[in-house]
């Protein structure tokens, strides 16, 4: 398992976007999943956007058109681009990398496969 830190989180108005960040240290192995999820509280996580495991991009049918995925491999960092938000895209937003997963596991926006957990970063939308 490795370890995950986000960042980027903030307040902003309807209409803005921010740009949540994920670093990854020590995930030694390269089959894996790796996400964004979000979690308001009373309120189950749900899935936001992820890359399985072959590169397939899963987007959350709530943030399709204006959320999208920025894998960087120079930094090992997932970037997640936010834009136009909404108030109900308030959350605590967490990044997550699943365990070595074989290839025809696909995580798509299910967490059930996820080991590795970041602490999380606040995002709130004010109307």
């Known amino acids: 398992q490795g370890q995950l830190v986000e960042s980027g989180g903030g307040s902003v108005q309807a209409g803005g976007s921010l740009r949540l960040s994920c670093a990854a240290a020590?995930?030694?192995?390269?089959?894996?999943?790796w996400g964004w999820f979000r979690q308001v509280p009373g309120k189950e996580r749900e899935g936001v956007a992820t890359i399985d495991r072959d590169g397939t991009f899963n987007y959350a049918d709530s943030v399709k058109g204006r959320f999208a995925l920025y894998k960087v491999n120079a930094k090992n960092s997932l970037d997640l681009q936010m834009n136009s938000l909404k108030p109900e895209d308030t959350a605590m937003y967490y990044c997550?990398?699943?365990?070595?997963?074989?290839?025809?596991?696909?995580?798509?926006?299910?967490?059930?496969?996820?080991?590795?957990w970041g602490p999380g970063t606040q995002v709130t939308v004010s109307s």
């Open positions: 997550a990398a699943s365990r070595s997963l074989s290839p025809w596991v696909r995580c798509r926006l299910s967490d059930v496969h996820y080991v590795s």
């Open positions: 020590g995930i030694t192995y390269s089959n894996y999943c």
